[in-house]
């Protein structure tokens, strides 16, 4: 499964090829194929987005657990390198407790869970696809 910022998902595509081309089955981040669900529920009330985010954080369970691995795209936002958010941080530490494979794009940011992101001791790939 591929995790990552909705910011990054106009890179997943070329990865996906690649990954899918020597033989990995990919699930898609939560609302990959509407990016913009979120601002959409945010522009309607508080409580319908509460309500949304809370459901597509209830689903992490059901979409990581048949997974083997996670793939952690962790790229420059706004120029913060290596970024990793709050919900993607939560997807990873969920995988880590159900012992799944946890592969970095890059190595962890330097944020306020660095240590973490160590602890969770992932495999960093420093972009190169084929140590998966």
């Known amino acids: 499964m591929i995790l990552c910022s909705k910011h990054f998902y106009h890179k ?5 090829k690649y990954l899918e081309k020597k033989g990995h089955q990919l699930k898609m981040p939560n609302s990959y194929d509407n990016p913009l669900k979120e601002n959409e529920m945010k522009s309607l009330s508080q ?13 992490d369970e059901k979409n990581i657990s048949p997974q083997d691995a996670v793939l952690v795209l962790n790229l420059e936002k706004k120029g913060i390198q290596n970024y990793i958010g709050g919900a993607t941080f939560l997807e ?5 407790n159900m012992n799944k494979k946890i592969f970095l794009y890059n190595p962890p940011p330097n944020c306020s869970f660095t240590d973490e992101l160590i602890g969770i001791n992932p495999i960093i790939l420093n972009q190169d696809l084929t140590k998966i």
Not at 12 to 16: G, V
Not at 47 to 59: A, E, P, V
Not at 92 to 96: H, K, T
């Open 12 to 16: 997943i595509p070329e990865i996906k």
């Open 47 to 59: 409580k319908d987005h509460i309500k949304w985010k809370g459901n597509m954080m209830r689903t």
């Open 92 to 96: 990873i530490y969920m995988a880590w």
